[in-house]
């Protein structure tokens, strides 16, 4: 066996990481020593160091060598009526408590988190539980009806925590990192879910030039970050091509073709198939909420936009901040928008592709502890309401307070577009609205498409990871219950 003395640097990510206790590495058998990044990589990942092998058989190493690896390990031994409490060595937390169906840990920020046995199982990272691409391998039927806590020993330089149970053989494998950052107890969901808070957008609206965002890394982070946070934001100098657009969405994720195609054209024209290819006011709204996923991102990129034209300018609110108020200000009303069902719909048989989309829902949903998750605001896509009489007026009470506080707010923002310019903005957050115009012998030419909101969180989420902000992706108003 070899001992590698951990080098200052590797001390210092060690601290870095509150893996305090062990200052060295055990390599066996052949394998050359560890390479720093080796090192680096296998303790940011809780992982155990043994180079050459692959990351889906570090856990089976592990347990191979465990007369090695256990030197200064943590014990506990549980029945199902009887507690032992036991200090850590590692360095992750003050204390462990075993009893029965619960596991709980106070770690060195000395908050307290409690597991239960089937949570802790579930979620087993052995090679046999889980792949190396993340997925869960354990059938779901093959939870027992109970599970009490048998043992439980922590590996101190692997990061990891392994239990024993007292109904089955199977020993669960969970990094202590990975267990701290899933707590489910009141005080981590609630810091989770103020990460997730954004503040409400009042302008003005952040501006990009489209050549950085093609060749800054950076660049592309700021105006990932202004589109989670703001809701919007304005690429500049995109070149007046159509299909251009496209190039401007795949810079978060790929175009989200809807019945009007990849892309679409936004100008007025004879027997136009939708209201804004006219030249008439648009209301505050969201596009396709007639579908059960509305699109999450929209672009609208300006190829011509002539100076003899009048009005058509863009208009924006953030509606989630109506939403807040609405709850605030008027909640039995607000209770009503979250309990009785809209109907949306797009009806129309005169088009290349006759469409029947109908779909019911609230305008408003919340979280079980009433925190807004979603709002669906587009008046000009609403059919007959459907529901028990008793619910038509106080329906259409509610549906006027809404109407009312949209359309007075003072924090509407309004752009006129230039040709180069194009909106990227969240539909699912942010309304938008136009002024009626005259063309006047000019031409107002934009092209729009969409970007699917989960591809937008997910591009977010990969690029808070890649950089180690060690942030949250922010609400997006899809209705997640985060």
Known sequence: ?????????????????????????????????????????????????????????????????SPILCAGLTTV????????????????????????????????DSTLSRYYSLWLRKNCHCPACRHDNGQLLLPSYS??????????????????????????????VLPLPWLKDNSYSRQSLQETSRKQDVAVFKGPIKEHKFHDLLTETDDVNRFLRDLNEDGIALVKEVPCEVGHICKVAELV????????????????????INVAYTPVALELHMDLVYFQSPPGLQLLHCLKFDEQVTGGESLFLDVMHVAQEMQRLHSDMFATLTRVPATFQKIHFERKTPAAFIYHRPHITVTPDGKISSVIWAPPFEGPL?????????YYEAYRKFSELINTSKLKVSH???????????????????????????????????VNIDDFKSRVQVMHMQTGSGEIVKRVNNGDYT
């Open 416 to 450: 006129r577009l230039r040709p180069g310019e194009c909106f990227v903005f969240n539909n699912l957050r942010i309304l938008h609205a136009r002024h009626a115009f005259a063309l006047n012998g000019g031409r107002r030419h934009l092209e729009g498409c969409y």
């Open 77 to 108: 031994h549980n029945t199902s009526d009887h507690t032992e409490t036991v200090q850590d060595a590692s360095g992750f937390f003050s204390e462990m408590t075993a009893q029965g169906k619960h596991l709980e840990i106070t770690w060195k």
């Open 386 to 394: 459907k529901v028990p009489e008793d619910d038509v007026e106080p």
């Open 253 to 272: 994720a790929p175009v989200q073709e809807t019945l009007y195609g990849k892309t679409f054209t936004v100008e007025a024209t004879e027997d136009a």
């Open 1 to 65: 066996m070899k001992v590698v003395r951990i080098q200052p640097e590797i001390t210092t990510l060690i601290q870095e990481v509150k893996i305090i206790r062990p200052l060295k590495i055990y390599v066996t058998g052949p394998e050359k020593i560890p390479t720093m990044n080796v090192i680096r990589s296998a303790i940011l990942r809780g992982r155990c160091i043994s180079p050459s092998l692959s990351q889906r058989s570090l856990l089976k190493w592990q347990q191979s060598h």
């Open 143 to 172: 939870l027992p009806a109970s599970l009490t806590v048998r043992s439980t020993k922590v590996h101190p330089l692997s990061g990891t925590l392994h239990i024993e149970w007292n109904e089955e053989s199977h020993e669960t």
